[in-house]
């Protein structure tokens, strides 16, 4: 069973077996395999397509990249938006990894959710001086690339200036002096706050730190939890300099967890990158409901949810076990089947003598049927249905079409962005003033006045035109704003027998030809043909003064096309 392309689960993960080696080791068959991780998997889902351009929210990106994958994502702390350019048309491992790049966020993985985060792993609650109460295994100090300085520049306007620039100066100045990095440049940044903070992450302004060593030496140090955490953060004192303090985290484990041999740490100053993340289970926080000025806990939309909740306490209506292995069971002595379960893993609620615990709340998260509440304060919200997908990120409150991530509604306190039709407005009536975001509506179309015609065999008789030439002759020019994309042309038209008629549309700026219509009077068009219509399309609205000039002639000299221009209307 361990072949290549084999799935091996083990402590609540997925590995795929990429690579196998056989050998003999006594007489016994052996084999080694490197399995990565599942997630890695993503190097075999392509994004063919692309976002459209401009500013993004992370999860507007994630939704791009995840959507169709065995993966969700739920963002948790909050991320400024990004400009982006033709993203996409790439694998979604790629996608991810700029994104993680772009952001400057990390990711944790719980089952098939990835958890985003600014920082991964937590903060230890000791301080670690290697030459004092740890002695190292390994140690590596590097100031090479050691600067204090940096300047950097965002997206570059049409005449060479930028729309933002900025300067950083690092506190380890005062140590190091001022030591100048490469200037850093990002086409995609157009807020000063995001420049500024892409400056700092840039910078290297502390002594690159690596130290490699056994846990059980971290532990004797004081280290609290009881198995390394990627991303944990060793406040440290750099001994050499006295007031330099460092931040050393977590950057590679190294476990043994079938024998009893103790995990290999590496503490660095680094960033984490794609290839460190790190599978641990990531423990959700419920943010505190309460009132800014009194803090304490709202009392009003949902009062009686709260009364319910006292009384049902200070009634006393539950009693209290202790089971053996069980933890701490609060039953109703009036029905056995509903009652809370106090454990190590959790608390839970149920109703069915513990079968199912639809209330719960564990390291994983917090599972609810009904959560009343007053106020949640919280950086992201993220809702997904069967056929959409709707965030809430600090940014923007974005529902994004799944099929088609470039279809979406977008809603801050400055506007209303709603982006590839994504909208109806019906009246009262039942009329839908704007379908699928196409005005229903005509537009308004002018023809010049006097009409811009060509005098010479172009003669008005009654409703008609007769045109008497076989070289195109004006019959009128129209002008509009492009707002809607096509051009709805009624008209009635006749040609004697034995010449065909042929009408021209004509873009009135370029001259390019937009549309032509050839006819005759044959056996099935024996007669005038009254108010035909005709669409023509005119591109995708620009908004622009647009006008088009209509032509026509016959291709007989001597027997004459009659044309009536019935309306002109733009639509769509």
Request: contains cysteine.
């Amino acid at each position: 069973m361990v072949e290549e392309e084999s799935v091996i689960e083990y402590n609540g993960h997925s590995y795929r077996i990429k690579n196998v080696t056989e050998r003999v080791v006594r007489a016994t068959p052996v084999k080694s395999v490197t399995a990565p991780h599942v997630f890695f998997d993503l190097v075999d889902d392509f994004r063919y397509e692309t976002l459209t351009n401009g500013s993004k929210t992370i999860a507007q990106v994630l939704s791009f990249i995840f959507n169709g994958t065995d993966w969700s994502f739920s963002v948790i702390d909050s991320f400024d938006t990004v400009e982006f350019e033709n993203f996409g048309n790439a694998n979604c491992l790629d996608l991810f990894s700029q994104v993680l790049e772009r952001y400057g966020a990390e990711f944790d993985l719980n089952g098939n959710d990835v958890i985003i985060r600014e920082k991964i792993g937590s903060l230890i609650d000791l301080q670690f001086r290697y030459n004092h109460n740890v002695k190292t295994l390994n140690r590596s100090v590097d100031t090479s690339n050691l600067s204090t300085y940096i300047k950097g520049t965002g997206k570059q306007r049409e005449d060479g200036t930028y729309v933002v620039s900025a300067e950083y100066t690092s506190p380890n100045a005062a140590i190091f002096g001022i030591k100048h990095a490469p200037p850093y440049s990002n086409e995609s940044i157009t807020h000063l706050a995001t420049l500024q903070r892409n400056l700092q992450r840039a910078i290297q302004d502390t002594p690159e730190v690596s130290i490699e060593l056994e846990f059980v030496v971290l532990k004797d140090a004081g280290y609290t939890k009881s198995k390394p955490g990627l991303g944990d953060v060793v406040p440290t004192i750099y001994e050499p300099l006295k007031d330099l303090d460092l931040d050393l985290r977590v950057m590679e484990i190294e476990e043994y967890p079938e024998s009893n041999k103790a995990p290999k740490v590496v503490l660095a100053t680094s960033k984490l990158t794609l290839a460190d993340a790190d599978f641990s289970y990531q423990k959700a926080l419920l943010d505190r409901i309460w009132d800014e000025n009194s803090k304490t806990i709202r009392y009003n939309v949902y009062n009686e949810a709260v009364k319910r909740a006292t009384e049902a306490l200070n009634n006393s209506l539950t009693e209290l076990e202790y089971p053996v292995g069980m933890g701490i069971i609060a039953r109703d002595p009036n029905d056995p089947n509903r009652f809370v379960a106090l454990r190590s893993s959790g608390l839970g609620v149920t109703t069915d003598g513990g079968l199912t615990f639809k209330e719960a709340i564990t390291s994983d998260g917090v599972t609810t049927s009904l959560l009343t509440a007053g106020q949640i304060k919280t950086n992201n919200i993220q809702i997904i249905g069967n056929d959409d997908l709707f965030y809430w990120d600090g940014n923007y409150l974005i529902a994004i079409d799944p099929s088609n991530p470039n279809k979406f509604v977008r809603l801050t306190s400055g506007e209303l962005y709603i982006a590839r039709g994504a909208m109806t407005i019906e009246r009262e009536d039942g009329y839908k003033v704007v379908n699928n975001g196409y005005l229903t509506g005509d537009f308004a179309v002018q023809s010049g006045n006097p009409p811009f015609r060509d005098t010479t065999d172009v003669v008005q008789r009654g409703q008609w035109l007769d045109i008497n030439s076989s070289e195109q002759r004006r019959v009128d020019r129209y002008s509009f704003t492009h707002n809607g994309r096509y051009l709805k042309l009624v008209i009635s038209r006749y040609v004697q027998a034995g010449a065909q008629g042929v009408i021209y549309v004509d873009d009135g700026g370029s001259g390019e030809q937009l549309w032509t219509l050839s006819f005759d009077n044959n056996e099935q068009h024996n007669s005038a043909q009254f108010l035909q219509s005709y669409n023509i399309d005119l591109g995708n609205p620009t908004g622009a003064e647009k006008s088009v000039i209509i032509r026509a002639r016959t291709t007989q000299a001597g027997l004459p096309m009659s044309l009536h221009i019935g309306r002109v209307s733009l639509w769509g």
